[in-house]
């Protein structure tokens, strides 16, 4: 079943490889110049397989991940932090609007956008330093706060989101191509849409940090309160010549999983792409719904594999080693209660969970009980936000590497 999973695993990451998905998107050559630019943590891979099948010149930068960079010879790729932001990021941030600046109607920009830009495409709106974005980043991270309303916080934070980023390339074409790693991939959220059109306003920025209890910094919070300048809005005729295409999900890559399942005699049911809320709850959620299926009789309840992505949460109480999807299995296996013949595995399909090493965990019936052989407390460890140590001990993790791409969480759960 470990096989099995880590199988799914590795199936859904390869389906959203930008080596393969890439290449079929580009546009044809402009008249006058080519530009890329891009920021998150599948930006290096996808610049790659931009020059790999480029027929002319081209330049650029793109900014990506600590670790997650690839041997481009003409686009530039600066590594940054993530998921607080550093002077790297804002530092390539500047360039990139240089990039940008002064095109023409004849020149090209491709915009290579992923998972992790907002923070690592960090340019603070004026009047606001590095240090403010770091701390606001810091605050919205440990509240709980769905990755759509982080980002509206931090479009209206900054100078280059938000659909910003465009403006600086206007009068030159903006194809922007999207590896979604959100709920819904709207391609506003992703990254915080530097060259997209925004639809969300200052007013709902200051709304979710007053329902969030963000009170610092305060050079943030009185920059929400005073700023008049919106952010480009859909119809804005300075992006009417613009193209974005969003080129892998969340749900590419769980199809793919599902058709290797079928393979192997699973049949498989898709809980969803999008699926949202605090990791222990999801948890809960499917735990109760595997028992369901258990306790039924259906003739569905063996020999399937249940399938979800999306972006859980976690609103941060404990001082443990945690990951979102570490939270997620360790609840889940808390509400199996040792379910016989349930496995399960999640993982974050850039190859980080969090801020550890591991893409993710991996647990079967017996995991309770060897937590408690061990010396480990389940239910304490959670409310710790300290999963992390329990799949660390019982050798449980799973390690990826870095995989140059980010569809964000993949969740399976085999019923055998």
């Known amino acids: 079943m470990r096989q099995l999973l880590e199988d799914m695993f590795r199936a859904a990451i390869a389906a959203a490889d930008p080596a393969v998905i890439v290449p ?20 290096a891979s996808m610049a790659l397989a931009v020059e790999n099948n480029w027929p002319g010149d081209l330049s650029g930068l793109v900014v990506t991940r600590y670790g997650h960079g690839a041997p481009c010879q003409r686009i530039e790729v600066v590594e940054a932090s993530h998921p607080v932001p550093d002077a790297a990021g804002q530092a390539a941030a500047g360039r990139i609007l240089d990039c940008v600046r002064g095109l023409t109607e004849d020149d090209l920009v491709i915009c290579l956008i992923s998972g992790g830009g907002s923070a690592l ?25 769905p990755i759509g309303e982080m980002n509206i916080v931090r479009k209206h934070l900054s100078a280059i989101k938000g659909g910003r980023l465009a403006l600086a390339a206007f009068p030159a074409r903006v194809v922007t191509l999207i590896i979604s790693d959100v709920p819904g991939d709207d391609p506003s959220v992703v990254a915080s849409g530097p060259t997209v059109a925004d639809a969300s306003t200052f007013a709902q920025a200051r709304e979710i940090l007053q329902r969030y209890g963000i009170t610092q910094p305060h050079a ?29 999900t969340a749900r590419n890559s769980i199809e793919a999983a599902g058709l290797l399942a079928q393979a192997r005699g699973f049949s498989p049911i898709i809980l969803g792409g999008a699926i949202e809320g605090e990791a222990r709850q999801v948890g ?5 719904r595997v028992l369901e299926m258990l306790g039924s009789g259906s003739t569905k309840r063996k020999s399937c594999v249940l399938l979800s992505g999306g972006e859980t949460t976690v609103t ?29 595995l999640a993982g974050d ?49 799973v390690f990826t590497g870095a995989t140059l791409t980010n569809v964000n969480d993949f969740r399976a759960i085999v019923i055998n």
């Open 220 to 248: 943030a919070v009185e920059f929400l309160e005073r700023a008049q300048q919106e952010t480009p809005k859909p119809g804005d005729p300075r992006l009417a010549n613009n193209e974005v295409k969003v080129i892998a």
């Open 316 to 344: 941060v109480r404990g001082q443990g080693k945690g990951g979102r999807n570490a939270e997620y299995l360790l609840s889940l296996a808390i509400a199996l209660k040792g379910a016989q013949g349930v496995f399960a």
């Open 349 to 397: 399909t850039d190859g980080i969970d969090g801020s550890e090493k591991n893409a993710g965990a991996i647990i079967g019936p017996d995991t309770i009980a060897r937590s408690l052989v061990a010396g480990l407390n389940p239910v304490q460890l959670l409310a710790d936000n300290n999963a992390y140590t329990i799949f660390e001990n019982l050798n449980d993790l």
């Open 24 to 43: 079929r998107h580009l546009p044809p050559p402009p008249r006058g110049r080519t530009i890329v630019i891009g920021a998150g943590k599948a930006a």
């Open 121 to 145: 495409l960090s340019w603070p709106a004026e009047g606001l330093s590095l240090a403010d974005k770091q701390a606001i980043n810091k605050a919205l991270l440990h509240s709980g706060a």
């Open 284 to 288: 809960r959620d499917h735990g109760a």
